[in-house]
């Protein structure tokens, strides 16, 4: 099983920044892509950033140029810089990671439980 345990959200007047972390733990699981999704109240869950294992990045339109998605792959951790923050970023934020389990290879995917990123005018 893959355990993944998010933090650094809370709240932040607009034009601020805040910093998510996702350490994840497992045992036989090479992780491939890790992202952020969020997703804000009445609406559906979108992707915010994806890093590859290689550290190719993408950014939905919305925060392009404001978010920094990063990895530690040593640490089993990604992270999300966000800056210029602004109320519509309000939302609970999910990590993701996906990957192969064990000696099958069996491709899994995994969330957090999310972490609430308010954002006040």
């Known amino acids: 099983q893959v355990q993944l345990v998010e933090s650094g959200g809370g709240l932040v007047q607009a034009g601020g920044s805040l910093r998510l972390s996702c350490a994840a733990s497992?045992?036989?699981?090479?992780?491939?892509?890790m992202a952020w999704y969020r997703q804000a109240p009445g609406k559906q869950r979108v992707l915010v950033a994806v890093?590859?294992?290689?550290?190719?990045?993408n950014y939905g339109d919305s925060v392009q140029g404001r978010f920094t998605i990063s990895r530690d792959n040593t640490k089993n951790t990604v992270y999300l810089q966000m800056s210029s923050l602004k109320p519509e970023d309000t939302a609970v934020y999910y990590c993701y990671v996906n990957g192969l389990w064990g000696i099958a290879r069996v491709p899994r995917n995994f969330w957090g439980s999310g972490t609430q990123v308010t954002v006040s005018a």
């Open positions: 890093i590859s294992s290689g550290g190719t990045t």
């Open positions: 497992a045992s036989s699981f090479r992780f491939n892509t």
